[in-house]
DNA sequence: CAGTATCCTGTCCGATACTG
DNA sequence: CAGTATCGGACAGGATACTG
């Protein structure tokens, strides 16, 4: 990316749209959770150039989301697997995946989550294990951590600030 | 985005990321949930030039992402605030978060997220409401939907039978 | 099958200056 | 305070040709 270095930053999110952010490697991941591997399937699945392809591929191997293996000796053949970091990232892009369900299908679902156990549809939620509460509205906070710098306690400081100073019932009301 | 158009892909990962594919949307987002509202504030927490954080405010604002209101007339301001869908996008970003930390706080979590009804943090997880199951492995699967097109069922079909060839043992692996 | 090599374009983004 | 206007650089991404 061009822009400014995040990777002093201290919130997770910038740090990991650093290394996923770009648009191509979600789309990857997406594929590689329905057990794609090859540069080929890749390729073809997504219509992708191949050279964009081998760059994306190569940046996800770097930051650890893919492993490349070799599964063939004469002649050297390679595929891509998920490594645990990878296989990780699934959560995220399944509460993507159901966020855009939810408000992008008014033609319908072409395609769906399912528990194979069950058969059902699944329309996975965010919760809290410890409590099992869906996490959302204003109970639930990001605050400064244990290893917040001087930075983020400041600047969280003068967010509660302006806080006090307006009520944010808009973003309440979302209950 | 200058990539190929992919508002006709059925897939909603797509789909969303075309309306906050960039980077700096999911991190005006971000602030907004902490209840940022004005374009100054917006500008001095994300160090943003200021002719982006137009576009990317402006963007977010046609998606349906945040409301442009109107808080005082004589001068006339505005701010933006949060709309249901972009409230509801909120659990992306917290599952995005939750990766982060779990990934990439080596030295510590700068921030975290916490109940403030117990006081504890949260380490949220994607759960199944129906059966209270966090979602994860190979017992949940993307099928086609009820409103799947042909070339998705086929594309499926595809995968189906490369699974066949070769059982991916190796996603199943990550439990 | 699994890429590499080249060339090109669009645009994301930063920097800076200016305005009601 | 809440932007607009203009400029320039870096790179994501596309198209195409070629290779072991």
Redesign the pocket.
């Given at each position: 990316?061009?822009?400014?270095d995040f990777s002093s930053m201290p919130c997770p999110v910038a740090r990991g749209l650093e290394q996923v952010g770009?648009?191509?490697s979600i789309l990857i991941l997406r594929d590689a959770y329905y057990g794609v591997t090859?540069?080929?399937?890749f390729r073809e699945r997504l219509g992708?150039?191949?050279?964009?392809l081998?760059?994306?591929l190569k940046k996800l191997v770097e930051v650890g989301m893919l492993e490349r293996r070799c599964y063939n000796q004469h002649?050297p053949?390679?595929?891509?697997v998920l490594t645990d970091r990878g296989r990780d990232f699934r959560s995220v892009v399944l509460a993507f995946f159901a966020w855009g369900n939810r408000h992008f299908a008014e033609e319908g679902r072409a395609v769906i989550l399912i528990d194979t156990v069950t058969g059902k549809e699944v329309e996975p939620v965010l919760t809290d294990p410890a409590t099992g509460n869906v996490v959302e509205g204003l109970r639930y906070r990001v605050v400064p951590g244990p290893a917040a710098t001087d930075v983020i306690r400041s600047r969280h400081a003068k967010l509660e600030q302006a806080r006090q100073r307006s009520l944010p019932a808009d973003f309440s009301q979302g209950k």
């Open positions: 990316m061009q822009h400014t770009e648009w191509w090859r540069f080929d399937e992708i150039a191949p050279n964009m081998t760059r994306r002649p053949r390679y595929e891509y």
